[in-house]
């Protein structure tokens, strides 16, 4: 079954470190998604799991060489 309602960026941190190490991951962008003046957004307001995902970023910008996984 689907859980209810989005999951805690905390319990994505249990697996995935911290916003530091999936910053790392992309530091190879010329945007990062992960290190930005958006501090530390949830996760799930870009990866939506089952659901399409959306660059929140680009409620502002419109950054055309960002895919969301
Ligand atoms: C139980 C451990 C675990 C948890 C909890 C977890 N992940 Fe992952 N995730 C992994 C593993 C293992 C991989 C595959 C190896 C890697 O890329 O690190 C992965 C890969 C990913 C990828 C890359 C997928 C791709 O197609 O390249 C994304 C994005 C991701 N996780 C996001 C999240 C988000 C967002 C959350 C919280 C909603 C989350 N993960 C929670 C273990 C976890
Ligand atoms: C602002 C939107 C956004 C947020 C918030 C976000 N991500 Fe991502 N994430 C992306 C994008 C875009 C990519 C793909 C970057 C690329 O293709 O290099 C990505 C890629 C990843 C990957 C795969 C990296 C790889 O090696 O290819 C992982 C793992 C991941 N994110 C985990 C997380 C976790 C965990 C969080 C929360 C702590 C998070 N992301 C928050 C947009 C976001
Ligand atoms: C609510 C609107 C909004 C959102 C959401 C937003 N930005 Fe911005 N961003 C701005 C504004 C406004 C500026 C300043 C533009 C200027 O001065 O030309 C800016 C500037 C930038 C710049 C250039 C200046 C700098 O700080 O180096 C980058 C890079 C950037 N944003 C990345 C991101 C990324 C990555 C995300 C998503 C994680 C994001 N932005 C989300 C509004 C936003």
Same mark, same amino acid.
């Given at each position: ?10 319990? #994505?941190?249990? *697996? $995935?470190?911290?916003?530091? %190490?999936?910053?790392?991951?992309? @530091? ?14 949830? #996760?799930?307001? *870009? $990866?939506?799991?089952?659901? %399409?995902?959306?660059?929140?970023? @680009?409620?502002c ?9």
């Open positions: 079954t689907m859980p209810a309602k989005a999951v805690a960026t905390q319990q #994505c941190l249990v *697996c $995935h470190g911290s916003y530091d %190490k999936v910053a790392a991951r992309t @530091d190879k962008n010329d945007i990062n998604p992960h290190d930005s003046h958006i501090e530390n957004p949830d #996760c799930t307001s *870009c $990866h939506r799991g089952h659901k %399409k995902p959306v660059l929140l970023c @680009d409620e910008h419109e950054f055309r060489e960002l895919k969301v996984p």
